[in-house]
């Protein structure tokens, strides 16, 4: 989705930093998701990010019931789907907005 959105700026540069810092923090790579102050970590319950490290580790500790786990890799699949189609958009309104530099 940040390489797409390149085609769209002239550089994604500060973007993908921007992600990955966020990344960083609300997956639990830096700081686990447990430690955080009560509003910080239910804002990090709900956005994408955890399902990329903090999930996965709480499944295999064996934090969540089987019905609680199923229900979390719903969750995770519809933020595929949602990233899937908002990169196919920018997709489509980067390839309209590219300006090709050079002769």
Not at 6 to 12: G, H, K
Request: aromatic share 16%; charged share 15%; net charge positive.
């Amino acid at each position: 989705m940040i390489g797409t959105l390149a085609l769209r700026f002239e550089s994604a540069a500060s973007l993908f930093d921007a992600w990955l810092g966020f990344s960083n923090v609300l997956s639990g790579y830096l700081v686990p998701l447990d430690l955080f102050p009560g509003a910080l970590r239910k804002l990090a319950a709900v956005l994408p990010f955890r399902f990329q490290l903090s999930f996965p580790v709480e499944l295999m500790l064996g934090r969540w019931s089987r019905v609680e786990a199923l229900e979390l890799l719903a969750a995770q699949w519809a933020y595929v789907l949602v990233f899937l189609l908002v990169t196919r958009v920018a997709w489509r309104s980067g390839l309209r907005h590219y300006a090709a530099y050079g002769g």
